[in-house]
């Protein structure tokens, strides 16, 4: 008589429970988590997606990585991922689509800061997120005519010549940069601090349905949510900043949320430009301050961004057709990008941190130089345009 069987009791004689839908699982996850949650990339760092997080959700790898309060609220009952299946389909009825951060059309600038959004709603066409050239365009929501008017022609200029102004659609100077890229049939991308089925202002209904015809408006908080006031608004900032290039100031005073945006543009190591404005005017004490303190170089016209944008000195003419769509990133144009950032990296380190063979790097290489994604240097380096 043979004993028992060494394995009785260690499994289940229930087939194991297949594996949650990808999609499901990012939303779980960043349910969990927050929104702009701090602990969003050390919980990557730790599990490298969202399925294997919740795979170990309750693990103490998975609280340490987390934080105890998400860790208590990952293995709730009633949190699962197949909560959200639901929602997602109420996301496709209203064209909303979620951007999961191994999405091929998540911002990839978005995944090089510590606190990245885990999931994006997005309305319009979200190729825009990964062009070149994009820039930050903020200010007072009580401007000036000077304001206004530096706003439109700044705006106007930059957009012709090939840049993506990006936006908080709010009152005021950021829905001036909108304008200008609208006025010139061009791209922009709007970034809210309320969530994505909602407009704030509400007067700018019709501002964003312009945006998403010819670009897209993008939120980290989802639909039929609660809006969360101020603190929503200071988080959107940082996302600004974030997939800026650069980030151009018009007119602010010395306290006002859009020195937080040019906080995170510092902390990103991205580069401030100020419009100079009246020493008498309390609307240009914050741009004259970044400029007295060296935190901000001076813009006056368009062409003082071209190089820092890496733009073409001959922009388009006014009233140009709307540019076409880019074609959206393969895995691999994916893969090559996430391991290039502003510092030069020659092929042997790109080849080395993304594991693809020689001459399939190069010939990758070579088509993101070719769509304007990356320059080439000297010495056959290369760095994000």
Not at 6 to 13: E, K, M, N, R, V
Not at 114 to 126: A, F, K
Request: aromatic share 6%; net charge positive; with cysteine.
């Amino acid at each position: 008589m043979t004993g028992p069987d060494p394995a009785w009791g260690q499994t289940s004689f229930f087939p194991p429970e297949p594996a949650p839908d990808p999609l499901l699982c990012w939303l779980w996850l960043a349910g969990t988590l927050g929104v702009g949650s701090s602990r969003n990339g050390s919980v990557l760092d730790a599990f490298g997606g969202a399925q294997e997080a919740w795979e170990q959700r309750g693990s103490e790898a998975f609280r340490r990585a987390a934080g105890a309060p998400a860790a208590l609220r990952a293995v709730q009952p009633d949190n699962t991922p197949e909560h959200y299946r639901a929602f997602v389909r109420r996301c496709e009825a209203r064209r909303i689509r979620i951007l999961t951060y191994d999405d091929p059309d998540y911002p990839l600038a978005l995944t090089r800061i510590p606190d990245m959004p885990l999931v994006l709603y997005c309305t319009g066409d979200p190729v825009w997120l990964n062009e070149p050239a994009a820039v930050g365009m903020v200010g007072s929501r009580k401007p000036t005519e000077y304001g206004l008017r530096a706003a439109e022609d700044i705006g106007c200029g930059l957009a012709r010549a090939g840049a993506i102004v990006v936006s908080g659609l709010a009152d005021g100077l950021d829905s001036a940069g909108h304008r200008a890229a609208v006025q010139e049939h061009c791209p922009t991308i709007g970034v809210l601090g309320v969530p994505i089925d909602k407009t704030y202002p509400a007067t700018n209904r019709e501002l964003r349905r312009q945006i998403e015809a010819n670009g897209c408006v993008i939120s980290e908080y989802p639909p039929e949510s609660m809006a969360i006031g101020r603190v929503g608004f200071l988080q959107r900032n940082r996302l600004i900043a974030a997939l800026s290039m650069a980030l151009v100031v018009v007119e602010a005073q010395e306290k006002s949320g859009t020195m937080s945006t040019v906080a995170h543009a510092e902390r990103y190591g991205k580069p401030v430009f100020a419009v100079p404005g009246s020493i008498y005017s309390p609307n240009s004490a914050g741009t004259n301050g970044l400029l007295r303190g060296g935190r901000a170089k001076a813009v006056c016209k368009a062409e003082d961004l071209f190089s820092t944008l890496r733009l073409d000195a001959a922009p388009a003419q006014a009233g140009a057709a709307p540019r076409p769509a880019p074609a959206a990133l393969s895995d691999t144009e994916r893969r090559v990008l996430a391991c290039i950032g502003a510092k030069a990296k020659g092929v042997e380190e790109i080849g080395q941190q993304s594991g693809l063979p020689t001459a399939l790097l190069l010939g990758t290489l070579m088509k993101l130089e070719l769509t304007g994604r990356v320059t080439c240097l000297p010495g056959k380096r290369y760095i994000l345009r």
